[in-house]
């Protein structure tokens, strides 16, 4: 079976479900059981939802991925883009206090802190300042110009929480007997919105669980849930043997990355023109064809071209040539390295799944036709290569850059990109920040760090009587709509 990006659906939908439309919506994201209600900044998906349908910031995310007011009701952008004010709305914390900006600057400030050491602190390092101006007005000013600031502030990670509890926009109660979260969407007034009499009749629960993707499609497939997220290719082939007679897969239009990351320089993988044999030999199309996946974007690069407002490179990395000829010269450059005590054997790292199997025997196939043997690394055994699956956080090439940071520590990097990076936070003409990107990207690829395959994979199971759910190029579909009325 075959499914086009962004969505489509596989089969008619059925309303069939544990809510029937009416009741608490049931929704189960794959993952952990434990990880629904993971702390700290490092957030598994399903954590992320319970933390943006808890403690907001000052902006989020709608169902379609869109930036939407939180606990700023509204906000402007000096001309010269160095300045965000906000307006925050007339709010209370859960125990009655007023929401103030002093209270905002505070939390902002600690928030941006305690992301420091990950890629989401590389991306908010053009922050300069954060001020109170006024008991309901909060300023961020920036060190340069940056676009995709609201996005970024946005993250689930940068939510508001006073004595360990936030301000909405739902109340959560946990069971943790059963690792379950109930949550409840608060009333408009509570959250300086005007009232709605009809508020508890039209606001439905949403009960959320932790599943592995095995048991979220059972239980999909029994009933027992109304909505199934969080999948990715690890697990699609189970999605595609669900029962998609009850349901729909909807595949979100993604960009982030989809590769593998290079561990050690060492054996065959110590020289970059050896690193780049082993991405020259895979037909990329091919590989993803072995899910039935059409419309999935390919990509050769580190930051795809349509990333920069100007082409300063191609959409293929080798100039179009066809995949034999790119095996020939990838296979010359192995043989030339290969002998006696010079065996080109690479590791791989893979999560356990069923999508992971089928990938990685894409990839053995097309290594083998260079002379590489390709073996899985086992728990515990150092890999030379290890999947990346990454959803973008905003449409920057800075994103992407960031990500292959040398003090994240993720496996090898480029100093040179890094510095010329940070040459782009203090910036302010546009035009010359990417180029200075573009410079970045180069030396990130001269180093062969990274082995790109494309976007990610996010995939739903979708019943049809839920409201306001919206694939989106982000993978991320907060719970809090979901509880709304359509209109």
Same mark, same amino acid.
């Given at each position: 079976?075959?499914?086009?990006?962004?969505?489509?659906?596989?089969?008619?939908?059925?309303?069939?479900?544990?809510?029937?439309?009416?009741?608490?919506?049931?929704?189960?994201?794959?993952?952990?059981?434990?990880?629904?209600?993971?702390?700290?900044?490092?957030?598994?998906?399903?954590?992320?939802?319970?933390?943006?349908?808890?403690?907001?910031?000052?902006?989020?995310?709608?169902?379609?991925?869109?930036?939407?007011?939180?606990?700023?009701?509204?906000?402007?952008?000096?001309?010269?883009?160095?300045?965000?004010?906000?307006?925050?709305?007339?709010?209370?914390?859960?125990?009655?206090?007023?929401?103030?900006?002093?209270?905002?600057?505070?939390?902002?400030?600690?928030?941006?802190?305690?992301?420091?050491?990950?890629?989401?602190?590389l991306?908010?390092?053009?922050?300069?300042?954060?001020?109170?101006?006024?008991?309901?007005?909060?300023?961020?000013?920036?060190?340069?110009?940056?676009?995709?600031?609201?996005?970024?502030?946005?993250?689930?990670?940068?939510?508001?929480?006073?004595?360990?509890?936030?301000?909405?926009?739902?109340?959560?109660?946990r069971?943790?007997?059963?690792?379950?979260? @109930?949550? /409840? =969407?608060?009333?408009?007034?509570?959250?300086?919105? +005007?009232? $709605? %009499?009809?508020?508890?009749? !039209? #606001?439905? &629960?949403?009960?959320?669980?932790?599943?592995?993707?095995?048991?979220?499609?059972?239980?999909?497939s029994?009933?027992?849930?109304?909505?199934?997220?969080?999948?990715?290719?690890?697990?699609?082939?189970?999605?595609?043997?669900?029962?998609?007679?009850?349901?729909?897969?909807?595949?979100?239009?993604?960009?982030?990355l989809?590769?593998?990351?290079?561990?050690?320089?060492?054996?065959?993988?110590?020289?970059?023109?050896?690193?780049?044999a082993?991405?020259?030999?895979?037909d990329?199309?091919?590989?993803?064809?072995?899910?039935?996946?059409?419309?999935?974007?390919?990509?050769?690069w580190?930051?795809?071209?349509y990333?920069?407002?100007?082409?300063?490179?191609?959409?293929?990395?080798?100039?179009?040539?066809?995949?034999?000829?790119?095996? @020939?010269? /990838? =296979?010359?450059?192995?043989a030339?390295?290969?002998? +006696?005590? $010079? %065996?080109?054997?690479v590791? !791989? #790292?893979? &999560?356990?799944?069923?999508?992971?199997?089928?990938?990685?025997?894409?990839?053995?196939?097309?290594?083998?036709?260079?002379?590489?043997?390709?073996?899985?690394?086992?728990?515990?055994?150092?890999?030379?290569?290890?999947?990346?699956?990454?959803?973008?956080?905003?449409?920057?090439?800075?994103?992407?850059?960031?990500?292959?940071?040398?003090?994240?520590?993720?496996?090898?990097?480029?100093?040179?990109?890094?510095?010329?990076?940070?040459?782009?936070?203090?910036?302010?003409?546009?035009?010359?920040?990417?180029?200075?990107?573009?410079?970045?990207h180069?030396?990130?690829?001269?180093?062969?760090?990274?082995?790109?395959?494309?976007?990610?994979?996010?995939?739903?199971?979708?019943?049809?009587?839920?409201?306001?759910?919206?694939?989106?190029?982000?993978?991320f579909?907060?719970?809090?709509?979901?509880?709304?009325?359509?209109?």
């Open positions: 079976m075959r499914f086009w990006l962004p969505l489509i659906a596989a089969l008619t939908l059925s309303a069939c479900g544990p809510s029937n439309g009416g009741g608490p919506l049931e929704v189960a994201i794959i993952g952990a059981p434990d990880s629904l209600f993971q702390q700290g900044i490092r957030l598994s998906p399903a954590a992320q939802h319970i933390r943006a349908a808890t403690q907001e910031g000052l902006v989020a995310l709608d169902q379609a991925g869109q930036v939407v007011p939180a606990i700023a009701e509204r906000w402007i952008v000096t001309d010269d883009g160095l300045s965000y004010i906000f307006r925050l709305r007339d709010s209370q914390w859960p125990g009655g206090e007023e929401i103030s900006a002093e209270d905002v600057r505070a939390q902002l400030r600690q928030a941006i802190g305690r992301t420091q050491g990950t890629s989401l602190g991306d908010l390092a053009k922050v300069r300042d954060i001020r109170a101006m006024t008991g309901r007005v909060i300023e961020v000013r920036l060190t340069a110009p940056m676009p995709d600031f609201l996005r970024v502030l946005a993250q689930p990670e940068l939510g508001f929480a006073k004595n360990g509890s936030g301000a909405g926009p739902m109340a959560l109660s069971d943790d007997k059963d690792k379950s979260a @109930r949550l /409840a =969407a608060l009333p408009p007034e509570s959250r300086g919105l +005007p009232a $709605r %009499e009809d508020w508890e009749d !039209v #606001a439905r &629960p949403v009960e959320v669980r932790a599943l592995s993707a095995e048991a979220a499609v059972a239980a999909f029994r009933g027992d849930v109304d909505l199934v997220m969080g999948g990715t290719i690890v697990d699609f082939p189970k999605a595609e043997a669900g029962p998609l007679s009850r349901g729909t897969i909807q595949v979100d239009p993604t960009i982030g989809l590769g593998l990351i290079v561990k050690r320089e060492t054996g065959v993988l110590a020289d970059p023109a050896r690193r780049e082993l991405s020259m030999a895979i990329r199309q091919a590989l993803i064809q072995s899910f039935g996946l059409s419309g999935w974007r390919e990509s050769t580190v930051v795809p071209p990333a920069f407002s100007a082409p300063f490179y191609g959409p293929d990395r080798w100039n179009g040539a066809s995949i034999e000829e790119r095996r @020939r010269v /990838a =296979a010359a450059r192995i030339a390295w290969a002998g +006696p005590g $010079r %065996e080109p054997v590791r !791989v #790292a893979l &999560p356990r799944g069923a999508g992971s199997d089928l990938l990685l025997r894409q990839l053995a196939e097309a290594w083998s036709t260079i002379g590489v043997t390709t073996r899985r690394a086992r728990p515990g055994e150092a890999a030379d290569l290890e999947l990346r699956d990454t959803l973008a956080r905003f449409t920057s090439p800075r994103w992407y850059l960031n990500q292959f940071n040398c003090g994240l520590a993720t496996g090898l990097c480029a100093p040179k990109a890094d510095a010329i990076v940070r040459q782009t936070l203090s910036e302010r003409d546009m035009a010359r920040r990417e180029e200075l990107l573009a410079e970045a180069k030396a990130l690829v001269e180093r062969e760090v990274y082995i790109p395959l494309g976007v990610p994979v996010r995939w739903s199971l979708v019943r049809g009587s839920i409201r306001n759910y919206q694939p989106n190029g982000w993978g579909h907060p719970l809090f709509p979901l509880s709304q009325p359509t209109t």
